[in-house]
């Protein structure tokens, strides 16, 4: 990894958590605490509200307001994750069972799902489980485990074990970041076990995520990018990415 993906790693745990100390980067990162210390560096020379405190670092929100970690997500590329769920509604049937992975483009999601006659629909986020349970005409499962502080997700070992249990026509999978090449990755390995998991019991995965997903590359390894059998992204998405999607002989949608 060279240092210009670590900096753009070590900006997203920042703002995740707030502070992180040179033992936490040299874990995360699989680095020595020399370069910790030199990205921490270059970090604080070139980001204002970036603080260095012996040991580590801290960001500061600039804003002046408490920063929850869901709700800034719910903001980011609004508009882009509605076209998204637009789009892959047209592609989920009435009477299906289907499963929604966490995060807010799932979400988003979820808020149309009404709009179908009747489905089964397993979650792995309570944010995603609470709006669900606002129609009749859906019957919903949430998947039981431990809640990811501040994001509202289910993960880990419990979770991991409740998912072999059940069985679905289709899954909704987001996603981190997306390479042709390195696949699906995640900025965590909260989640990492359960969505890995998501591929074994479900007929049929779509992708959901936007062009400004694509190109990334993050810490741990989900799927490579042929085990998916549609992905909806958005239509400002290289042309690149397109043919190259299109030669993995996988569905693609633009919305």
């Known amino acids: 990894m060279n240092q210009s993906e670590r900096i753009r790693q070590i900006q997203f745990l920042l703002k995740e958590k707030g502070t992180l100390s040179i033992r936490e980067l040299c874990e995360h990162l699989k680095i020595s605490e020399a370069t910790a210390r030199r990205d921490i560096i270059r970090l604080a020379e070139n980001d204002p509200s970036i603080t260095r405190f012996h040991g580590g670092m801290a960001w500061e929100n600039t ?4 920063e929850y970690k869901f709700e800034r997500k719910l903001h980011v590329n609004r508009e882009l994750k509605k076209r998204i769920a637009s789009a892959t509604l ?3 049937k ?3 069972s289907l499963l929604l992975d966490s995060g807010t483009t799932c979400l988003y999601i979820a808020e149309q799902l009404y709009k179908k006659k009747s489905l089964r629909v397993v979650s792995l986020d309570i944010k995603i489980a609470e709006e669900l349970a606002k129609y009749e005409k859906i019957e919903s499962m949430i998947v039981g485990g431990t809640v990811r502080t501040g994001f509202y997700t289910i993960g880990e070992s419990f979770a991991e074990e ?3 249990q059940i069985h679905v026509d289709k899954a909704i999978m987001s996603a981190d970041a997306v390479d ?6 995640n900025y965590s390995i909260f989640e990492v076990g359960v969505k890995r998991n998501i591929f074994k019991v479900s007929d049929y995965l779509i992708l959901v995520a936007d062009h400004t997903k694509f190109g990334n590359v993050s810490l741990y390894k989900i799927s490579d990018l042929k085990r998916f059998n549609l992905i909806v992204t958005t239509k400002e998405l290289g042309q690149s990415y397109i043919d190259a999607i299109r030669k993995l002989n996988i569905s693609l949608v633009l919305a």
């Open 63 to 66: 804003s002046g307001n408490l």
């Open 90 to 92: 047209e592609y989920i």
């Open 94 to 96: 009435d009477d299906e």
């Open 162 to 164: 409740m998912l072999t």
């Open 180 to 185: 042709i090449e390195s696949g699906i990755t």
